[in-house]
């Protein structure tokens, strides 16, 4: 009874989906968070009888022959990267990126990781770090003195130092882009880092070619669209449902089989 291994295989993928589903509903208010899709291929099939054979001694062919698909698999988890909201804050330090690129921040065994979250603050230092206390690559420091400061569009960092007219510039922030964003890991506490698969950064300054722009006070939201995910909830549910079905018909037919006398 083949169709007991087809229900399961249809069950486990669909729960695979709920799964996904709900870890994006569980960060609808995560800062720069990336909603994930889930996608799924069919299993082996095995040929009972294959297309294109002869069925006899004069060569007839059978025109399509009989094929008995076996279920489903999941192929892959994709990150959406689709711009989202922007939010503005009361914060000078908050940055969303409008626009391609990722924010650079150093890890403690030296590597980078990459994330869209701009939530950033100052630490005993001056330096611009995550609220985890993270280091934003390149590292940027602003003076003791400085008794405001500007982010522009370009990335430039502009700090007003109090008894001076002209504003200092104190660094630059710089931003990367992938070739292919869908392939770097998550790696928790909206960080991201590089993979074979996503490619090797590239590394260049806001509103470049191929760059996004900065908004200083601002946040960008999760691209989490609730009533798309609780759509796709009810989906997946169901098709659960249904092959929770297959299985008991597939019980109800065994015993009837057992129940021959």
Do not use: C, W
Request: aromatic letters at 4%; a negative charge.
């Amino acid at each position: 009874m083949r169709a007991l291994n087809i229900a399961a295989t249809g069950m486990l993928a669909q729960q695979r989906n709920v799964e996904v589903v709900s870890n994006n509903l569980a960060n609808m208010n995560t800062t720069g968070f990336l909603r994930r899709r889930t996608e799924f291929q069919d299993l082996l099939y095995q040929n009972l009888r294959r297309g294109g054979s002869t069925s006899s001694e004069n060569g007839e062919v059978v025109p399509t022959g009989v094929q008995i698909g076996l279920g489903v698999k999941l192929a892959g988890v994709y990150r959406i990267h689709a711009q989202g909201n922007l939010t503005t804050t009361d914060n000078p330090f908050d940055l969303a990126i409008q626009g391609k690129g990722f924010f650079q921040v150093g890890m403690p065994d030296g590597t980078t990781a990459y994330t869209r979250d701009g939530t950033f603050q100052l630490n005993a230092d001056g330096q611009i770090v995550t609220h985890d206390g993270r280091l934003v690559q390149p590292a940027i420091a602003v003076p003791v003195d400085a008794v405001d400061v500007t982010i522009n569009q370009s990335g430039e960092v502009l700090a007003k130092i109090d008894g001076q007219v002209e504003l200092q510039n104190v660094g630059q922030i710089q931003l990367a882009v992938f070739p292919n964003e869908a392939g770097l890991e998550a790696i928790g506490g909206n960080l991201l880092r590089e993979t074979v698969g996503s490619g090797a950064p590239v590394i260049g300054q806001p509103q470049a070619l191929g760059f996004g722009s900065l908004q200083q006070g601002f946040l960008e939201t999760s691209n989490v669209n609730a009533v798309e995910e609780i759509t796709n909830l009810i989906s997946a549910q169901r098709a659960y449902e249904m092959n929770s079905k297959v299985i008991q018909a597939a019980d109800e037919m065994l015993a009837t089989v057992g129940n021959v006398r």
